[in-house]
């Protein structure tokens, strides 16, 4: 299933978009959004796809493309050379995650604030100002919350991650006000089924329940099952980014911030769809050990949205989580065992 088949294009290509960057673009995200992209409507007047990232960028697919040229090292430091020159549209993914935030408050600040605040002085300085994408997270919420989070609800984060994130959409909100950027942050869901290794995420188990028992190795569930969650899968949450990118200033509006469709969910149910999918061996290789700091942070974030303003713009979420599990058994075949 490809993208054109989630989503029509939002709306009829606006910039006569030439060169990209993807920070973040050897990550998780950042390498399934370069991929998605280069197959989207925009690949048509694309040049130059940038993937900057303090890591090597590992996907082959990519690293033989044409059009992809990889970029590895500090953001702040590659910002001091010729990163921007020619850019006409930033997607700003690269992060620090919320495990690492919480457990220290430096390298949170210097990864996602100083590292956003430098992008956008950065962008201050071209002469024209490019496109920006910002990564931003359910973790914006937190505290006293409605039971359903719309899109006027005011973040009120919980942890120093979502504390992050909220800072740098103000900071984008006000660069795009005074037109040093076209700035507009899209809140993610929770992306699941991450490939690979587990990440220090406090939100890594939602992967780990599913990816380690396709793979034939056991998982532990850090929070008790009845925790509601939301959730998104690497393809919606990749072409929510390019939709948000794709849509017109005035279609976006001066609400910088917008919440992306997922899926609500308990943990219970996100076992039930491995079951229904691989089977009772693989759903009892997962046991309950209950990790006070996951739950804390996890049972803090908000798992009801009304998405009302992303789907005005023709954005959906995954149905089930049956469709979340069978993506990336397509996605990632050589990481599931056979049944
Ligand atoms: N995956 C999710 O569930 C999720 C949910 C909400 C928001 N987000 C956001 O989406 C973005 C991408 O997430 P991901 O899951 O791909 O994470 P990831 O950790 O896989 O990727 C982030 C990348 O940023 C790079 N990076 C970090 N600091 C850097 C720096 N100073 N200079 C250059 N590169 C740097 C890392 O090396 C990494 O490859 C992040 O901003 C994250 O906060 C992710």
């Not at 044409?66 to 430091?77: A, M």
């Not at 001091?80 to 935030?101: R, T, Y």
């Not at 099952?225 to 939709?243: C, D, E, K």
């Not at 079951?275 to 974030?301: H, L, M, P, Q």
Request: glycine share 10%.
């Amino acid at each position: 299933m490809g993208y054109a088949s989630l989503y029509p294009s939002v709306s009829s290509v606006t910039l006569n978009v030439m060169k990209i960057l993807i920070t973040g673009g050897a990550g998780f995200l950042g390498v399934g959004l370069a991929g998605e992209f280069l197959n989207s409507e925009q690949n048509q007047i694309l040049t130059e796809l940038v993937l900057a990232d303090i890591a090597p960028l590992r996907d082959s697919v990519l690293a033989a493309d044409k059009r992809v040229r990889s970029v590895t090292g500090d953001l702040r430091g590659l910002l001091k050379g010729d990163l921007l020159n020619g850019v006409d549209g930033i997607f700003h993914l690269a992060a620090a995650v919320s495990g690492e935030c919480e457990a220290d408050i430096d390298a949170g600040m210097r990864a996602n604030l100083d590292t956003t605040r430098a992008l956008l002085d950065a962008c201050r300085a071209l002469a024209k100002p490019p496109r920006l994408v910002f990564s931003s997270s359910l973790a914006v919420y937190g505290g006293e919350m409605p039971d359903v989070i719309a899109d006027t609800t005011l973040p009120m984060p919980q942890n120093s991650y979502g504390a992050q994130k909220f800072i740098c959409e103000q900071l984008i909100a006000d660069y795009t006000r005074k037109g040093y950027v076209d700035g507009r942050s899209v809140r993610l869901p929770t992306v699941t089924v991450r490939p690979g290794k587990p990440n220090k995420a406090a939100s890594g188990f939602m992967s780990g329940i599913i990816r380690e028992p396709l793979a034939g190795v056991d998982a532990v569930c850090p929070v008790d099952p009845q925790t509601g969650v939301w959730v998104t899968s690497p393809r919606y949450a990749a072409r929510g980014l390019i939709a948000a990118f794709e849509t017109p200033p005035e279609k976006w509006g001066s609400r910088i911030a917008m919440n992306l469709p997922g899926l609500s969910v308990r943990v219970s149910e996100m076992l039930a769809a491995l079951k229904n999918c691989a089977g009772e061996k693989a759903a009892a290789r997962v046991r309950v050990e209950i990790d006070d700091t996951i739950s804390r942070i996890v049972g803090g974030w908000p798992w009801r949205f009304d998405t009302a303003r992303a789907r005005a713009l023709g954005l959906t979420g995954p149905a089930a989580m049956d469709d979340i599990v069978a993506e990336y058994r397509a996605d990632y075949p050589q990481a599931v065992q056979a049944r």
